[in-house]
């Protein structure tokens, strides 16, 4: 490592969107930003409040993964102190943990001058994570779709994604281990088949730019939202008002308990605007695409 203090800028994500459970995730423009400097002992630090209940080296899921890199390839990682700012709702379905991890692969690969080449960084990623979705995401930015099987990763990505979002984030955490408990062991057959199909045709169509069938597919879930959908009391009605107001459609946020709605651009300042007035118990979240996803320089970003 050089004695020049760096910055890394991870992009959040939304991830499933429907019936793309565990592989299809998209990068938004809320960021973790990430400063780095040479130190004689590891320390993180994070300047957003509902996040310093993190600070402390020990568990810090920055320098696990910093660690789990560096073990990876045989090397020994010298300390560094870790300043944090992020915009990323801690807990709320938007890839924090995600973002952290793609954080500390990119941090690791330059403290050890690594010159890791993506795909080895996502393959990283996603054995921490245990699936690709939301790293890829983070990594890559745009939209991608992942099948992993445990040994290998194949990725398609959409770097250019044509709509506005917005995020319904409530006022509780939700752990992901505690949303996946919901989910059944065993899904019937015709089930499988219908959300499968929902998950080809979403594909399709937005790597075709065909946001209203896409839309529409990501409301035909048969994997995790009927099973997750009754931690919230007001679900069907949102979705209701979204789709009058002219949304292409919505979905849970990876494991909640966030909404993630889609909408066509110039129209989601006047959607948000209704959906504070009905949903004020929501912190409404107006965003887009990220373009690019994971980036570094010396200095700060």
């Not at 320098?63 to 915009?87: C, F, S, W």
């Not at 099948?147 to 770097?159: P, R, V």
């Not at 949304?247 to 066509?264: D, H, K, N, Q, T």
Request: with cysteine; proline share 5%; glycine share 8%.
């Amino acid at each position: 490592m050089s004695g020049k203090d760096f910055s890394v800028s991870v992009p959040a994500s939304t991830a499933n969107l429907g019936p793309g459970f565990d592989s299809i995730g998209l990068a938004l423009d809320l960021y973790m930003t990430v400063h780095v400097t040479r130190a004689s002992a590891w320390s993180v630090e994070y300047l957003t409040e509902s996040y310093r209940s993190l600070s402390g080296a020990s568990d810090n899921l920055l320098v696990t993964t910093i660690r789990y890199t560096a073990d990876r390839y045989g090397r020994e990682m010298p300390a560094a102190k870790l300043q944090v700012a992020t915009d990323i709702p801690l807990g709320r379905g938007l890839g924090s943990s995600a973002s952290a991890i793609a954080a500390g692969i990119e941090i690791a690969d330059r403290l050890l001058a690594l010159e890791l080449p993506m795909h080895e960084k996502l393959v990283i990623g996603t054995e921490l994570e245990g699936h690709p979705d939301n790293i890829s995401a983070s990594l890559l930015g745009g939209l991608t779709i992942s099948h992993w099987d445990g040994k290998e990763l194949a990725i398609s990505h959409i770097k250019d994604v044509d709509i506005a979002a917005i995020i319904l984030v409530p006022p509780v955490e939700f752990l992901t281990a505690e949303s996946r408990g919901l989910l059944p062991e065993k899904l019937p057959y015709a089930a499988a088949i219908r959300s499968s199909a929902a998950a080809n045709v979403f594909s399709a169509a937005v790597a075709g730019g065909d946001w209203k069938t896409a839309g529409r597919m990501m409301e035909n879930d048969q994997f995790h939202e009927p099973f997750r959908k009754g931690r919230f009391s007001d679900f069907d009605d949102i979705r209701a008002v979204c789709r009058a107001n002219g949304a292409y459609g919505s979905a849970i946020s990876g494991a909640g308990p966030s909404l993630f709605i889609a909408v066509e651009p110039g129209r989601e300042l006047e959607l948000a605007s209704v959906l504070k007035e009905k949903y004020p118990h929501y912190e409404c979240l107006v965003a887009k695409p990220a373009r690019c996803g994971i980036r570094s320089c010396e200095g700060v970003v």
